[in-house]
């Protein structure tokens, strides 16, 4: 793997990386992870391999994102104002987003959503078989007891 030198972080020169870049720093011996959004000062790139045996949730949550954008998982917990200011001390440089990054995240996401609408189409899909079998059974059921009744009066007048 390709080594990339980030340089010091400062206001007036901050390093920029593409996706591509980012995506080779995906394990344990280099871990980065793009975090931060529109509202929040923009995507950062976070050098976090120094600090994976020190995460609470543990190395592999950070491993499964590693060389990603994981902003979204990063938000979705909740971190605490102890664990941003400890993310800002790995701060490496800024997100280029450049076309080329932004049709990737762009498939990334277009792919989420369909396999997310797919989980739930078959998930209705699942709970609308459920109610007509459900239904069915309680036909037949009824079916069944009118049935009986009808076979238990008839006898009981034919005696």
Excluded at 34 to 52: F, H, R, S
């Amino acid at each position: 793997m390709e080594e990339t030198t980030p340089t010091i972080n400062n206001d007036d020169n901050t390093k920029e990386y593409t996706l591509d870049e980012i995506a080779k720093h995906n394990t344990a011996e280099s871990c980065w992870l793009i975090i931060g959004n529109a509202t929040n000062g923009g995507p950062k790139v976070y050098d976090v391999t120094k600090y994976l045996d020190d995460h609470p949730g543990g190395a592999e949550v950070m491993l499964d994102v590693a060389g990603q954008d994981a902003d979204e998982f990063f938000e979705d917990i909740g971190h605490s104002k102890e664990a941003r200011h400890e993310l800002k001390r790995h701060l490496i440089g800024n997100f280029k987003l450049d076309e080329a990054a932004k049709a990737k995240l762009a498939a990334a996401a277009e792919a989420a959503k369909a396999k997310a609408q797919q989980a739930n189409s078959t998930v209705v899909s699942g709970m609308v078989t459920m109610v007509v079998f459900v239904a069915l059974v309680a036909a037949a059921v009824g079916y069944y007891q009118t049935q009986m009744a009808g076979g238990s009066a008839t006898g009981k007048e034919e005696s």
